[in-house]
């Protein structure tokens, strides 16, 4: 059984920064991408960060460029997102996906695997 389990959330202030972890398990971690997609309330799910399988490829959408970080360790089994200089705008909560066959790695839809997410709220 697969599973993704996010964790890191929280309340910040504005300025402030946070490293969420999405733990995985029942899959062969090293052959998956991986990807952070968020929702704010009232809002559809987008997307925020991924990282190829090998770490080699990294993408961000362009709200979050410069201050969000995605990153892996495939030993063990975890991919993270170092948030910093947040905003009140990236109040939501934060999903992070697993995808084994190498879409666009901004795409929703390829991603195989949710995890239950994890709020972040940004005070002003």
């Known amino acids: 059984q697969v599973q993704l389990v996010e964790s890191g959330g929280g309340l910040v202030q504005a300025g402030g920064s946070l490293r969420l972890s999405c733990a995985a398990s029942?899959?062969?971690?090293?052959?998956?991408?991986m990807g952070w997609f968020r929702q704010a309330p009232g809002k559809e799910r987008e997307f925020v960060a991924a990282i190829r399988w090998n770490g080699e490829t990294t993408a961000y959408t362009d709200a979050v460029k410069g201050r969000f970080t995605i990153s892996r360790d495939n030993a063990k089994r975890t991919v993270y997102l170092r948030m910093s200089s947040l905003k009140p705008e990236d109040t939501a909560v934060y999903y992070c996906a697993a995808d084994r066959w190498g879409g666009g790695l901004d795409r929703a839809n390829n991603y195989e695997y949710w995890g239950q997410g994890t709020q972040v709220t940004v005070s002003s």
């Open positions: 029942g899959l062969s971690f090293g052959n998956f991408d």
